[in-house]
């Protein structure tokens, strides 16, 4: 059976090089580079070919594949993560359609891609709700918000204490996020992950169902997006595949650039 390379740190210069072309779809790649590095137990990297067909990255149970160039052995990759526990595979929406036939119970599903420039960025006037910097204590309140969302609830029901320490993790770590609670209870919030030195991702922007309609998302992106470019981040990214929430980050200056895929197992 084929062993593709597991990378080290001594090859993350080759890694920023090969992935530099396309810094949006690869923003997971760098930003977890940049954060965890390739030596722990977190973050871990696999090259496929000589050439670097493919390169594979898994973030806990996560896992990624970029390609910078047509024409690779896709059949090895998937027989590797065969082998692997994977909650999550993404990529781009064309690589994953070519490697679903390997996993066909799976479902390949499709987003869009977003990316929103400093100076694009059309502040909005601030709404009057309280929106609150989540900490590590919140982690219990996230989980619990995100076993209301259709589309996040099954990883965070079937694996809720491995999300509940992955989550605390990363707002022990720097991680940036924001909510709006209703007594003691998250009904609505974003935050990011994978930050670099210039851009950071969007993730799990999310409003409990009782709750939505009342701008609580846009109020909290706002913020989120602010503190951002305060802190120094040059541009975002993000996923979305709702229309209603695509048209809010539209407002906010967010342009679709790309086609993205997840596959949940």
Known sequence: MYTPKKLTYKDIPAVLRYIAEEKEVNLFIEGDIENY??????????AFGDDWDYLVLRYYENYMITCNKPGGNLSRVAAFLKQQHMLCLSAKEEILLDIQPYFPHVKVQGTYLCRLNKEGFKMQAPGGH???RLVPNDAQS????????EEFAKPYIEHEQEKLRQTSELLESGGLGYGIFDGDVLVC?????AKTQHGAMIIGVATHPSYR????????MIRLCS????????????FYDNPLAGAIYHRLGFE??????????
């Open 213 to 220: 309609n009342r701008g609580y998302a846009s109020q909290v």
């Open 142 to 149: 996230i989980i619990d918000l995100y076993k209301q969302i």
């Open 37 to 46: 590095g390739l030596d722990g137990d977190i973050v871990s990297m696999y």
């Open 256 to 265: 679709t650039i790309g086609r993205w895929g997840m596959m949940k197992f």
């Open 130 to 132: 309280t929106i609150t």
């Open 227 to 238: 503190q951002c470019f305060t802190d120094g981040l040059s541009f975002l990214c993000l």
């Open 189 to 193: 919030m974003a935050n990011i992950t």
